[in-house]
């Protein structure tokens, strides 16, 4: 099985040793992606709905640097410091999908990186 890297400007660089998404079997594996605006560096907004908002759109940024898109999601997984903050993230999400919506896992964590309230990854049909 042959392999592909997929890294996008449109997107913050990973923060540790591993690639933004890599291609395998005809899918696109995205990793985990905080809400870092790739222009500043910095991040986008303090609350979990404006967060989960950026990490959405830097995971669309990486599917259209792959030749794909968030129409062909077929696996999400959330990550959220706060469970409470379950429906407000859920109703911007929902922004981002229309039905057939893609599988998804919501998990709350103790704490995610840098100090963030979501974090999101993806698994995207090619």
Partial sequence: MTTDTIATDKAPAAIGPYAQARIAGGLLFVSG???IDPATGAFAGSDAPTQAARSLTNIAAIAEAAGTSLSKAVKMTVYVTDLAQFKAVNEVYGGFFQAPFPARSTVEVSALPL???????AVIAL
């Fill in 33 to 35: 992606q905080l809400p």
């Fill in 115 to 121: 100090g963030a309230s979501v974090e999101i990854d």
